[in-house]
């Protein structure tokens, strides 16, 4: 009788460490990817309205529009390496001392970018470090957000890996939306100081918050799935070849699956590009309307995640992605009538559709692979996928018509990559309910 009051009172003091830190380990998620969206947002934000001319002026308009676009684009080229490269560390050395390395670099290359002086000053210098500046975001951004995802999923409890895992999203949400709130702010002051060196102000916010995130992550154990497969993890000595040789398939369907990332890049790049340049709404409308339906999605994707614990991944996930492929049409078609009211409805009710997938791509990507290769295998799926994110608004830029209805090809291009993100989804088993055991037993 003892024994038994004695173990009933004994599971929950065990429990409890545990719960502790699968909170902490979500709330790092939460804040690394805070910092990192933060940087990749101001990045978005700045191609769109200043970098043009601060950094490519001597192209003309059309010209420092691309030029500045493809800037934006080039972290896209390098986040497959920084996928291979923290990838492999994450499975090798852990995933906290590798989520460590990839917040440094993307906080210290964000500050430097607000320290760069421009092509008026130092000539054709500035626009190459500002390209490898990028570069060097792209590279962290490689390795974050599958190690943050890695590093929630494993800690999180059993029948909520999808809320946990979700935290990673939610900090993608939370650095856009805040992002888009300093540029509201700066983008009030006279054009020749916002343009010398107002921009700049943003860009070194990224420090302090840097530090911060630092000081989460570091309280944050690694997780025991990790900790048991250390045999494993020493067969796979190279996990990239593992990755393709056993998990190919999974690989292939993270790439397809992300080609959701071509809604952010095309709401936060190329339409904010389009709403001010071409339907001459003030940048500072499409802001605050970029702010709302933020606020609509961060409170979402929590919802969403949740349902995804309880009917499952896929169908959310797929669900979600359809009707964002259809919203598109409207979504353009709004947008140029230039009318504020209703650009805000159609924004937060994108956002609400599209932060369903986003949120619960967290957990399922993550779930279609073994503990021993699984920071490698997400990293380097969708890092491969948002290549086509990366260079959207250059190829939207391009594609581009004559008219009021220029739009459409863009709209096009933007619904089949929701299409393919919702096949994808779609081809994958079902992990809900599944243990991290039996993923590792049964992930192909």
């Known amino acids: 009788m003892s024994q038994g009051v004695q173990s009933a009172g004994t599971e929950p003091a065990t429990l409890k460490p545990k719960n502790r830190m699968a909170k902490r380990a979500a709330l790092s998620a939460l804040f690394g990817s805070t910092v990192e969206y933060f940087d990749f947002t101001l990045f978005a934000t700045a191609s769109a309205l200043i970098f043009g001319q601060v950094f490519f002026a001597p192209l003309g308009t059309t010209g420092a529009l691309l030029a500045s676009f493809a800037t934006f684009g080039v972290a896209y080229v390098a986040r497959p390496a920084g996928a291979l490269l923290f990838g492999s560390l994450g499975d090798r050395i852990g995933r906290k001392r590798t989520l460590m390395i990839t917040l440094n670099l993307m906080g210290a290359a964000t500050f430097l ?113 990790f900790l048991e497969t250390k045999e494993a993890r020493n067969e796979a000595k190279v996990p990239v070849f593992e990755v393709f040789r056993d998990h190919w398939r999974s690989v292939l369907r993270v790439v397809g699956c992300s080609f959701l990332a071509v809604g952010g890049s095309t709401l936060s790049v190329f339409l904010l590009g389009y709403a001010v340049g071409t339907v001459k709404i003030p940048a500072s409308q499409m802001l605050i309307a970029s702010v709302v339906a933020g606020v609509v999605g961060l409170v979402a994707q929590p919802l969403w995640a949740s349902l995804s614990d309880r009917v499952g991944r896929r169908p959310v996930f797929t669900g979600t992605m359809i009707a964002a492929a259809i919203l598109w049409f409207p979504t353009f078609g709004i947008v140029s009538t230039g009318n504020f ?29 073994p503990t021993k290769v699984r920071y490698t295998g997400v990293a380097i799926g969708t890092q491969l996928g948002f290549l086509v994110a990366g260079f959207a608004p250059a190829i939207e830029q391009a594609i581009q018509g004559q008219g009021p209805g220029g739009w459409l090809p863009i709209a096009i291009f933007a619904s089949a990559c929701m299409l393919v993100a919702a096949v994808a989804g779609w081809s994958g088993k079902e992990t809900k309910g599944m243990n991290l055991r039996k993923i590792d037993e049964v992930a192909v």
């Open 113 to 225: 970018v607000g320290l760069l002086p421009g092509y008026a000053t130092i000539g054709i210098a500035a626009p190459i470090i500002l390209v490898i500046l990028r570069l060097l975001q792209g590279l962290s951004a490689g390795g974050e957000q599958a190690g943050s995802n890695s590093l929630s999923l494993e800690h999180a409890p059993e029948g909520k890996r999808g809320l946990y895992t979700s935290w990673t999203m939610q900090g993608t949400a939370l650095g856009t939306l805040l992002a888009s709130v300093v540029f509201i702010m700066i983008s009030s002051m006279e054009q020749s100081a916002l343009m010398s060196w107002g921009w700049r102000i943003p860009f070194l916010l990224s420090g302090p918050l840097m530090l911060i995130s630092l000081y989460i992550r570091k309280g944050v154990d690694e997780t025991d799935a």
């Open 341 to 369: 009211g209703l650009i805000v409805m159609i924004l937060c009710v994108f956002s609400v559709v599209a932060s369903g997938a986003n949120a619960v791509g967290a957990s399922m990507y993550t779930e279609m692979f």
